[in-house]
């Protein structure tokens, strides 16, 4: 059992920045197939950055050079520092894990003002 919990998200002005964290536990072996996802109301959620199987990280283009995916392995936590934050960033935005099945935190809303 995997258990992911977000926090970070806020009310922020387009052009500000903000970072948002995921504290895991549980049976977590590696950083690997881990990332951040986000929803819109009516929209499929979509990946924003993956820390892919072999390591690899990849970014949705609309974030590339904005976003940046970390992790502390010490505090067993992933980051997403957020910069250059615009209206259309605006979602819940989810961390997501896969260890042996998919796991996924309750979400943390980000709200970008124009």
């Known amino acids: 059992q995997v258990q992911l919990v977000e926090s970070g998200g806020d009310l922020v002005q387009a052009g500000g920045s903000l970072r948002l964290s995921c504290a895991a536990s549980?049976?977590?072996?590696?950083?690997?197939?881990m990332g951040w996802y986000r929803q819109v109301p009516g929209k499929q959620r979509e990946p924003v950055a993956i820390?892919?199987?072999?390591?690899?990280?990849n970014y949705a283009d609309s974030v590339k050079g904005r976003f940046t995916i970390s992790w502390d392995n010490a505090k067993n936590t992933v980051y997403l520092q957020m910069n250059s934050l615009k209206p259309e960033d605006t979602a819940v935005y989810y961390c997501?894990?896969?260890?042996?099945?998919?796991?996924w935190g309750q979400g943390t809303q980000v709200t970008v003002s124009s």
């Open positions: 997501y894990k896969f260890e042996r099945a998919a796991y």
């Open positions: 549980g049976s977590i072996f590696s950083f690997n197939n």
């Open positions: 820390i892919r199987s072999d390591g690899r990280i």
